[in-house]
């Protein structure tokens, strides 16, 4: 069962998310607008997986937000994001078991509870 929705804006063919724990948005339609996998991801209880800061920045206006996880490392190549996802994703995922938000700068984690 699912527990990560994988926004448009990162890879969708991606080992790091093969397992059963991922949906990427694409397998829902092409070119869903962001209200769409919000309220998704809120009726199914999914963590939205995310570059886009529209989805950070709704988690404080709507309750009960979905949670997120909000990677704001600038462009990198796609092996770095990996290498970078592979070394963190424990932590990651620990977090925001407890929190509804959790913000992957390039070098912190920080989560709002």
Request: charged content about 25%; aromatic content about 10%.
């Amino acid at each position: 069962m699912a527990r990560f929705l994988i926004d448009a804006n990162l890879p969708y063919r991606w080992d790091v998310w093969a397992d059963g724990q991922f949906q990427h948005v694409f397998d829902l339609g092409d070119d869903l607008p962001d209200r769409v996998i919000w309220e998704h991801a809120r009726l199914n209880d999914l963590v939205i997986v995310t570059k886009d800061c529209d989805f950070s920045d709704w988690i404080m206006l709507t309750e009960p937000p979905p949670r997120v996880i909000h990677f704001r490392i600038g462009n990198l190549r796609l092996r770095d994001f990996k290498a970078l996802v592979d070394r963190i994703w424990p932590t990651v995922a620990e977090l925001i078991a407890r929190h509804k938000l959790v913000i992957v700068l390039p070098n912190s984690i920080e989560s709002i509870a």
